[in-house]
């Protein structure tokens, strides 16, 4: 699964990688509706080789986006939570997409999924509740098995540069990417911190979010996964 996001998302997350608090909210109390976060990396098996070294843990290749220009691989985070790890596709040619990930030089978290449960529920809602967003999109991959995983997303207008999820709804006859993903590590906790408190939680309460938002000097999102050899925190 991969989700498009923009150079102004892009700059302001990759450039608050130290902004955080050091108290970041625990994913059991808060996001309970978290479906994968998005590690974006300029090469795949760098992205893959990373992760591993600090978890240990390997992500496995989960297939390419065709028309996009790029890959993942991934890791289960626990039940019906993974992390997508996602670079270019050297395979195919879609600069406008491929170029902000080949420009971090290290892997760097660039977004997150919600799943808030039936999208057209879900998309009436935002309507009364006066949020602009596009779709639901249907999205679909293809697994290096064969088999076709499918999905649908919904994107917001305003996702505050990134730090707001986009949403997806997975088909039912689709087995969620979590499932048979590698297994072994947990996400622990996750954070959302903007200089723009009181803006960014209006917003979240807007889309039926129960986000902490702590203070910071600039955007920011963070991640801290736990493995047998040991916690990553993502951004680094």
């Known amino acids: 699964m991969t989700h ?8 302001a997350l990759t450039g608050a990688a130290v902004a955080l608090p050091p108290l970041p909210q625990r994913v059991s109390d808060v996001l309970q509706l978290l479906d994968h976060i998005l ?14 070294q600090h978890t240990g843990v390997r992500a496995a290749f989960g297939g390419v986006h065709p028309g996009r220009g790029t890959q993942n691989a991934l890791l289960a ?24 990930f080949k420009s971090l030089t290290e892997p760097r ?22 949020v602009a967003f596009d779709g639901p999109q249907p999205g679909s991959r293809r697994r290096p098995d064969g088999r076709l995983l499918n999905w649908r997303t919904l994107n917001l207008k305003d996702d505050h540069g990134g730090l707001l999820p986009f949403f997806i709804e997975w088909s039912a006859d689709t087995v969620h990417p979590s499932v048979d993903a590698p297994k072994g590590s947990a996400l622990l906790r996750f954070s959302v911190a903007t200089p723009e408190q009181e803006d ?37």
Not at 77 to 94: F, K, S, T
Not at 109 to 130: Q, S, T
């Open 77 to 100: 985070l626990g039940e019906r939570r993974y992390l997508e790890i996602i670079a270019p596709d050297p395979q195919q040619n879609v600069p406008e997409r491929q170029n902000s």
């Open 109 to 130: 978290l660039i977004g997150w999924a919600a799943h808030p449960g039936n999208l057209d529920d879900f998309a009436a809602k935002l309507r009364a509740n006066g």
């Open 39 to 52: 590690l974006g990396c300029s090469d795949l098996r760098h992205g893959i080789d990373f992760v591993e």
């Open 200 to 236: 960014l939680l209006h917003a979240a309460k807007l889309v039926q979010l129960d986000l902490q938002v702590p203070m910071s000097d600039k955007p920011a999102l963070q991640a801290t996964i736990a493995g047998p050899k040991g916690e990553l925190v993502l951004p680094t």
């Open 4 to 11: 498009p996001f923009s150079r102004r998302t892009f700059l």
